[in-house]
């Protein structure tokens, strides 16, 4: 079985995977944390923005001006599409947000769903937050989630053994997590099928291993940077994050620019 970049086949079954995740309800959330703390924001950069689903719904409140982006350039592919079928006014980019080339700035930079989850190392998360601060305007937020050991627990039992199907791709999923050293696996093993579906023609492996932090962590990480902590809010609420947090989103503001 091939093995192949993350999210390269599992883009045109990524939305199928996630048909339970109200983005609508998402974007609102992100929405109320700007408004809270930034409402003079304009321009704002999605970071891992996947198929765009939080972009677009954030886009039809009309106030943002959106530039979303992803590593995936199959991802970005899938934005771009239901982009234009759903009318938005979205622009798509392929970035790594460790590379972060762009020349322009903005008053917001958020990224949801433990994409930063990807980072494996406490210098690969400071990298990042390096890298938006050359994009970030004086008196600009960064808000980003992270996953906690609370929420891998909690998950790893219905993630794994899922499986789907897309037109002519089917994915089966495994999910494990090591609790010792806080690496939550999920592999896909995706099948593009013949039309009449009878026959397999090609089989895939993605295997997407991310890195499970507590608070007490991402919180000592943040303290090797120069990022300055507004607010730690806990499971879509305005409510301050704690150790019993699933995921945890952070308002973060640049104190070069203080
Ligand atoms: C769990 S998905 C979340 C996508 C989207 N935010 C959502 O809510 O559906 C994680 C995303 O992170 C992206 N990603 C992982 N590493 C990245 C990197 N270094 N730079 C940019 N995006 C990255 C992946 O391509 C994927 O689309």
Redesign the pocket.
């Known amino acids: 079985m091939k093995e192949s970049d993350?999210?390269s086949n599992l883009a045109p079954l990524y939305d199928k995977l996630?048909e339970n995740v109200d983005?609508e309800s998402w974007a609102d959330y992100i929405d109320e944390i700007i408004q809270e703390h930034h409402p003079e924001c304009e321009k704002v950069l999605e970071?891992?923005?996947?198929?765009g689903?939080?972009a677009i719904s954030l886009d039809e409140l009309g106030y943002y001006e959106i530039l979303a982006?992803?590593?995936?350039p199959q991802?970005i592919e899938v934005a771009k599409q239901k982009a234009l079928e759903q009318n938005a006014d979205v622009r798509f980019q392929t970035?790594?947000?460790?590379n972060i080339n762009i020349e322009e700035e903005f008053d917001v930079i958020f990224?949801?769903?433990?994409?930063v989850n990807?980072l494996q190392t406490d210098s690969e998360i400071i990298a990042m937050l390096e890298e938006c601060e050359k994009v970030l305007k004086p008196d600009g937020l960064f808000i980003y989630d992270f996953s906690t050991p609370l929420n891998s627990l909690e998950a790893v039992d219905y993630l794994n053994n899922e499986e789907a199907e897309v037109k002519d791709l089917r994915f089966f999923r495994t999910s494990e997590y090591d609790a010792i050293n806080k690496i939550h696996t999920n592999t896909f093993e995706i099948e593009q099928l013949s039309e009449d579906k009878k026959e397999i023609l090609s089989t895939f492996k993605e295997v997407h291993k991310q890195r499970i932090y507590t608070l007490e962590e991402m919180l000592s990480i943040l303290k090797q940077t120069p990022y300055h902590l507004v607010a730690k809010y806990g499971d879509f609420d305005l409510i301050d994050a704690d150790e019993n947090s699933a995921r945890i989103t952070l308002v973060l503001k640049c104190q070069k620019h203080l």
């Open positions: 993350n999210y996630m983005y970071l891992a923005c996947g198929t689903s939080v982006s992803d590593l995936s991802m970035l790594n947000f460790l990224s949801v769903f433990d994409s990807y």
